[in-house]
């Protein structure tokens, strides 16, 4: 038995040494092709997805305990290479020779490639991720058989099939979503991962724990906050939970909230994150890929959304701790640097997330922002770890370089897993996108509406919220992005207003049961059951899914429309709607507040949501008037606090 553990062990740091020699030549690469573009956009996009699968189908192979398991691996890392090398070396005559159809290799080939990113993105993602491409595959084989005009097309045969989902015409898993993989979001995630390596999560810990830490609810604050902060770098809801929630849900816990509570908030905040700049889970990129925008168009229009979102989650959880009688906890029962020490050990990130953005907002392509982003945490940090060991230079090069591999592995394998992504759920959208199902969704959508943009949009939020189940945001956001926005679009909305909603309903999908894929990892750290925090967290979620709606019936919000000053009111306007709101979920304002006077807030908050002056008029003094006597009898109240 120790001679079979140990052979196991050392046959898992082969495997590790090997997908960190994959990891650093993929990071390698596309640095490389960054500066100097030294290969066309389909033998880059070959080169980009190959690697990510041999990555993949390592690390699986890896950690497969069963012989037979590691073989198949194995065998989908060989046909793997196999496929990509073929396509790499015969790009010149697949886009010359075989332009107007495929050699029967080709069709071959081609299939290989399809099924060993299905095999791989079943292996990372479940089974969600690849049901999709399998479905886009039947759909335009079997198109031709099936009833309704909606579903019904002509069909096509199996070279067209192939070379609409690989190659020779570079579409489906070879598409314009791996391009985009491969020039952008891999070189995010590696920036990403450079910033955790490099002590990211602590400081963001202890930066949200000096600003909330001594408030009441403090605990559930920091939750927000740091989720706010990791979802500015964080490509997935499931990442930002498990590197935050693991130290706020426990300590949440431990300050008198309830279980399910704890989880919902850790789920939500995160959740959140997906639509905070910079990065937005990586669909500030795609967004910017789908519709033409520039990017500082979407991440400026992004940033008040997300501000007035994070602002309803820490009033939420202050309320709440106001209702249960929580009382503030000391600073001493979360220790962490004092603010000095952490600006002094971690200001060098700050240095480097700043160029980042800076270099975006001056309208660097996004690629070339995050390679000097990269390439600035990687000198600031080989030059903080010398300045704080500099009577030991040689150990802090060396503890600095160890942090920074792990980096670069960390970013590159999270770029992989991407990567596949991507690749599988571009079969589905091509083969919709050819058969013209997307367009005649489009118009029964708006057939249905008859319209009424009111209807149009809530069967958009209910499609956007079933389309996305059990996704990544990514994959949710270019799903919603192909069937639902252009009827939105058609129907009069801006182009950057369409895609902001639907990509808000798809995040939200994240929260909805019966997947609720962000509640059930929460609930799972919170020990709490799954349903109980999934309702909590819609519960508490609820005024996010009036944004959408409020931007759109208030473009100013999105700054697409009105002067500075019109801009800033209606933010005042959303800011009392929300707190409205709110109070009407919690039943907690500056004092306990009774049902009739949370359905009249309810019904104010609503009105201010509606364009028009009176509607507003009357909505905010209904609200200002129940805040205005709740603030004068505050004090007569009976505080109550918890044990």
């Known amino acids: 038995m120790t001679t079979k553990l140990l052979n196991e062990k050392r046959g898992y740091l082969n495997t590790a040494n090997l997908i960190l020699l994959l990891t650093l030549v993929m990071v390698a690469t596309h640095l490389m092709q960054v500066f100097n573009y030294y290969l066309p956009s389909g033998q880059f996009k070959t080169l980009h997805l190959g690697m990510a699968l041999l990555i993949i189908f390592t690390s699986a192979a890896g950690h497969s305990r069963h012989w037979l398991a590691r073989l198949a691996y194995l065998g989908c890392f060989g046909v793997a290479a196999l496929a990509a090398g073929y396509v790499f070396l015969e790009y010149e005559g697949l886009i010359t020779d075989r332009v107007f159809g495929p050699e029967p290799l080709d069709v ?13 993105a079943w292996q990372q993602w479940g089974l969600t991720i690849p049901l999709i491409g399998v479905i886009g595959l039947l759909y335009g084989y079997f198109g031709n058989s099936l009833p309704t005009q909606l579903l019904y097309h002509g069909g096509m045969g199996l070279e067209r099939l192939v070379s609409y989902a690989s190659i020779p015409n570079f579409q489906g898993v070879l598409g314009s979503l791996t391009e985009l993989s491969a020039g952008t979001i891999f070189i995010f995630m590696v920036f990403a991962g450079l910033l955790k390596a490099t002590g990211g999560i602590d400081f963001i810990m202890g930066f949200a724990t000096k600003l909330a830490g001594n408030s009441r609810g403090g605990q559930a604050k920091i939750a927000v906050l740091a989720s706010a902060f990791m979802g500015m770098i964080s490509g997935s809801t499931v ?141 600031l940090e080989l030059a903080s770890s010398l300045l704080r060991q500099y009577r030991n230079p040689f150990k802090a090069l060396a503890d600095a370089f160890t942090r920074l591999i792990d980096g670069l592995r960390e970013g590159g394998f999270s770029g992989a897993t991407i990567a596949v992504i991507v690749a599988v759920i571009g079969i589905f959208v091509e083969v ?46 270019i799903l919603v992005a192909l069937l639902t926005a252009p009827a939105l679009i058609d129907m009069g909305l801006s182009l950057m207003a369409a895609h902001m909603f639907v990509l808000y309903f798809a995040i939200f999908s994240a929260l909805t049961p019966p997947v609720a894929v962000a509640s059930l990892i929460a609930a799972r750290i919170a020990e709490a059951p799954y349903f109980t925090t999934a309702i909590q967290a819609v519960k508490i979620g609820l005024p996010g899914f ?95 606090r918890a044990a």
């Not at 071959?108 to 791989?120: E, F, K, R």
């Not at 199902?437 to 009111?454: N, P």
């Open 239 to 379: 990442a930002n939970i498990a590197s935050t929630g693991t130290m706020t849900i426990p300590t949440m816990k431990r300050t008198g909230f309830k279980a399910p509570f704890a989880g919902a908030v850790e789920a939500v905040a995160s959740t959140g994150g997906q639509m905070t700049p910079p990065v937005m889970g990586l669909t500030a990129f795609l967004m910017v890929g789908v519709t033409g925008l520039a990017y500082d168009q979407v991440i400026l229009a992004a940033a008040i959304p997300a501000g007035l979102y994070y602002f309803y989650l820490i009033l939420a959880v202050h309320l709440q701790a106001a209702r249960d009688g929580l009382v503030p906890h000391r600073q001493d029962e979360t220790p962490t640097l004092p603010a000095r020490q952490l600006l002094a050990r971690y200001g060098h990130l700050l240095i480097a997330i700043g160029v980042l953005v800076y270099l975006l907002v001056s309208r660097m392509p996004p690629s070339y922002a995050a390679a000097y982003g990269c390439l600035a945490i990687i000198v």
């Open 108 to 120: 071959v080939i081609g299939c290989l490639l399809i099924a060993v990113c299905l095999v791989a």
């Open 546 to 640: 009036f944004l959408p709606f409020l931007f759109v019936a208030r473009p100013e919000l999105l700054l697409l429309e009105g002067s500075p000053l019109d801009q800033l009111m209606v933010v005042a306007i959303s800011l009392v709607a929300l707190a409205a709101l709110n109070v009407a979920m919690v039943g907690q304002g500056f004092i306990r507040t009774t049902w009739p006077v949370r359905l009249i807030l309810l019904v104010a908050a609503t009105l201010t949501l509606v364009p028009g002056l009176l509607g507003t008029l009357v909505g905010c003094a209904a609200i200002l008037v129940v805040f205005g006597y709740q603030f004068t009898v505050k004090d007569n109240q009976p505080v109550t």
């Open 432 to 477: 919709l996108t050819a058969t013209g199902f997307a367009q005649k969704l489009s118009y029964l959508m708006l057939g249905i509406a008859d319209g009424s943009l009111g209807v149009l949009l809530l069967i958009a939020a209910v499609a956007c919220l079933i389309f996305g189940l059990g996704l990544p945001t990514s994959a949710a956001y």
